[in-house]
């Protein structure tokens, strides 16, 4: 039996990116052990959020947004395209 939630079509609730991919990298067995999936999140690491807009042309500089969080994301999204999809990176640190 599989374990995971299911939502209703529609549902739009969310994990922050942080705490998804660092879990995603645990095993299968892993994802399902609280204590690995908290560890896991705590080493925290530093993301942004892109949104490109398909309608603008390469170089103009409402082309592509960075967002430095998840809520800033959010918000503006909220004001300026309900329906658009914002993307999640971690930021490179190391060499």
């Known amino acids: 039996m599989d374990k ?6 529609g549902d739009r609730r ?9 879990m995603m990298r645990l095993s299968p067995e892993d994802q399902f052990d609280r204590e690995k ?4 999140a ?4 530093e ?4 949104y490109e807009d398909g309608h603008k042309h390469i170089g103009n500089a409402d082309w592509i947004k960075v967002f430095a969080t998840e809520e800033a994301a959010s918000a503006w999204f909220a004001e300026n395209d309900p329906e658009g999809v914002v993307w999640s990176y971690p ?3 190391e060499t």
Do not use: F, G, H, L
Request: hydrophobic fraction near 40%; charged fraction near 15%; charge should be positive.
């Open 14 to 22: 969310t994990i922050p990116a942080y705490v998804y991919y660092s």
């Open 42 to 45: 705590q080493q925290r690491q």
């Open 91 to 93: 930021i490179e640190t």
């Open 47 to 50: 993301w942004v959020w892109i």
């Open 37 to 40: 999936v908290n560890a896991a």
């Open 4 to 9: 995971r939630a299911e939502k209703p079509p």
